[in-house]
């Protein structure tokens, strides 16, 4: 086995680490994506899927840097978990009962919703490409443990141990024609050690509309389920108040939790926009309180810093894509290109080398497996995830 040190990257350590260029995260005040914007942006994107057959699968689809926001998708999973206004992951760990706990991991699973911007995408994250923030006492650690296909592993804990989380994402976007559809795959889990609980999640799929009028949305089912309390709830995604596809809120949240035992008997019903509240109501009473607020959770959300440059690895995101991220945020589109294959041509490199001399690469901090159903599977080789160098300022 050879690995690589560290992940693909390789660098000259302080000076690389000087160059992290650490972005705003998307939020509802975000304003990233309109500094970026370029002209006749529409007709862009439509130029873009020309040639492309419909049903093809668009994970390694080489977009110009120019649609390109200032970081990489293992960037944008983590933001959603430690970019927050509110601390919804662990406060889960806090409910009194198995139903206020299930509760409160339905509203943070819908706090990991962040609006997403039509005609700009994040960098593909190369092999081995690592991401590791702290914010408060929860520290978060991600590495991309696999290139073809393309999959994301996520570690995050607690101190304290009172929250565990892992993520493994294969995003899997498919052009239709008239529209794009990312589904994401991979298993999804969150642990309460102390309560002795384990919760799995699935999250929406991305849908663009290219024709008949341009839009991004979050749509389709997700599942909470709690196997140890026998509750889950379900929730969909989806336009309110349509009509064949035209019109309607793009941010309408709907869904129940209910005991798996007896599906149809519903407990709460849920009911809202991700992006202002969500409303949950007590079936048995009629009572409806807020479950969830998008304004506090991600309103205006405050980008993560370098606190020990010497502690920041040359795999970090950060670190790999600083130049682009640079040359993006300077409007200087050629050297962004430049600096954008200079990247990518580095990470074929090392690819072909090891392929000639016969090298597997393994991932630097989990393992991966596909199930008996093919999905990806990520497991942290650590218990816990270390403080880190980035930090997001409290």
């Given at each position: 086995?050879g690995?690589?040190?560290?992940?693909e990257?390789?660098?000259?350590?302080?000076?690389?680490?000087?160059?992290?260029?650490?972005?705003?995260?998307?939020?509802?005040?975000?304003?990233?994506?309109?500094?970026?914007?370029?002209?006749?942006?529409?007709?862009?994107?439509?130029?873009?899927?020309?040639?492309?057959?419909?049903?093809?699968?668009?994970?390694?689809?080489?977009?110009p840097?120019?649609?390109?926001?200032p970081?990489?998708?293992l960037?944008?999973?983590g933001e959603?978990?430690?970019?927050?206004?509110?601390?919804?992951?662990?406060r889960?760990?806090?409910?009194?009962?198995s139903?206020?706990r299930?509760?409160?991991v339905?509203?943070?699973?819908?706090?990991?919703?962040?609006?997403p911007?039509?005609g700009?995408?994040?960098?593909n994250?190369?092999?081995?490409?690592?991401?590791?923030?702290?914010?408060?006492s929860?520290?978060?650690l991600?590495?991309?443990v696999?290139?073809?296909?393309?999959?994301?592993?996520?570690?995050a804990t607690?101190?304290?141990?009172?929250?565990?989380?892992?993520?493994?994402?294969?995003?899997?976007p498919?052009?239709?024609?008239?529209s794009?559809?990312?589904?994401?795959?991979?298993?999804?889990?969150?642990?309460l050690?102390?309560?002795g609980?384990?919760?799995?999640?699935?999250c929406?799929?991305?849908?663009i509309?290219?024709?008949?009028?341009?839009?991004?949305e979050?749509?389709?089912?997700?599942?909470?389920?709690c196997?140890?309390?026998?509750?889950?709830?379900?929730?969909s995604?989806?336009r309110?108040?349509?009509?064949?596809?035209?019109?309607?809120?793009a941010?309408?949240?709907?869904?129940?939790i209910?005991?798996?035992?007896?599906?149809?008997?519903?407990?709460?019903?849920?009911d809202?926009?991700?992006?202002?509240?969500v409303?949950?109501?007590?079936?048995?009473?009629?009572?409806?309180?807020?479950?969830?607020?998008?304004?506090?959770?991600?309103?205006?959300?405050?980008?993560?810093?370098?606190?020990?440059?010497?502690?920041?690895?040359?795999?970090?995101?950060?670190?790999?894509w600083?130049?682009?991220?640079?040359?993006?945020?300077?409007?200087?589109?050629?050297?962004?290109?430049?600096?954008k294959?200079?990247?990518?041509?580095?990470a074929?490199?090392?690819?072909?080398?090891?392929?000639?001399?016969?090298?597997?690469?393994?991932?630097?901090?989990f393992?991966?497996?596909?199930?008996?159903?093919?999905?990806?599977?990520?497991?942290?080789?650590?218990?816990?995830?270390?403080?880190?160098?980035?930090?997001?300022?409290?």
């Amino acid at each position: 086995m050879g690995r690589s040190p560290p992940g693909e990257v390789e660098s000259e350590g302080e000076a690389a680490c000087a160059s992290a260029v650490l972005t705003p995260p998307l939020s509802l005040q975000g304003g990233l994506a309109a500094e970026l914007r370029p002209a006749n942006l529409v007709q862009r994107v439509l130029s873009l899927f020309r040639n492309v057959t419909p049903g093809s699968d668009l994970s390694h689809f080489q977009l110009p840097a120019t649609f390109n926001l200032p970081k990489s998708q293992l960037q944008m999973y983590g933001e959603g978990v430690y970019c927050a206004g509110e601390d919804l992951l662990t406060r889960c760990a806090l409910g009194k009962d198995s139903l206020e706990r299930l509760t409160s991991v339905v509203a943070w699973s819908i706090s990991t919703t962040r609006p997403p911007i039509f005609g700009f995408a994040p960098y593909n994250p190369i092999l081995g490409e690592t991401h590791h923030v702290s914010s408060g006492s929860l520290n978060v650690l991600l590495e991309q443990v696999s290139h073809r296909p393309p999959v994301s592993a996520l570690h995050a804990t607690a101190a304290g141990g009172d929250v565990r989380l892992v993520w493994c994402q294969s995003p899997v976007p498919k052009f239709h024609g008239a529209s794009i559809e990312a589904a994401v795959h991979g298993r999804r889990e969150l642990r309460l050690p102390r309560h002795g609980e384990r919760y799995e999640l699935d999250c929406p799929n991305l849908l663009i509309r290219l024709l008949p009028s341009p839009s991004v949305e979050w749509s389709g089912d997700v599942r909470v389920v709690c196997a140890e309390s026998g509750l889950e709830a379900q929730l969909s995604f989806c336009r309110s108040k349509s009509f064949l596809g035209f019109g309607g809120d793009a941010r309408c949240v709907r869904g129940r939790i209910f005991k798996s035992a007896s599906k149809e008997e519903t407990i709460y019903e849920i009911d809202g926009f991700w992006d202002r509240t969500v409303s949950i109501k007590d079936v048995s009473t009629g009572e409806v309180s807020v479950l969830y607020d998008g304004q506090r959770a991600i309103g205006n959300l405050t980008t993560p810093a370098v606190q020990d440059h010497k502690g920041v690895s040359p795999s970090e995101s950060a670190v790999v894509w600083g130049e682009v991220s640079d040359a993006l945020l300077k409007k200087d589109w050629e050297r962004a290109r430049q600096a954008k294959r200079r990247v990518e041509d580095e990470a074929r490199k090392l690819a072909k080398e090891r392929n000639e001399k016969g090298e597997v690469w393994t991932p630097k901090h989990f393992s991966l497996s596909q199930n008996k159903n093919g999905e990806w599977e990520c497991w942290p080789l650590e218990e816990s995830v270390p403080p880190a160098p980035i930090v997001v300022p409290l």
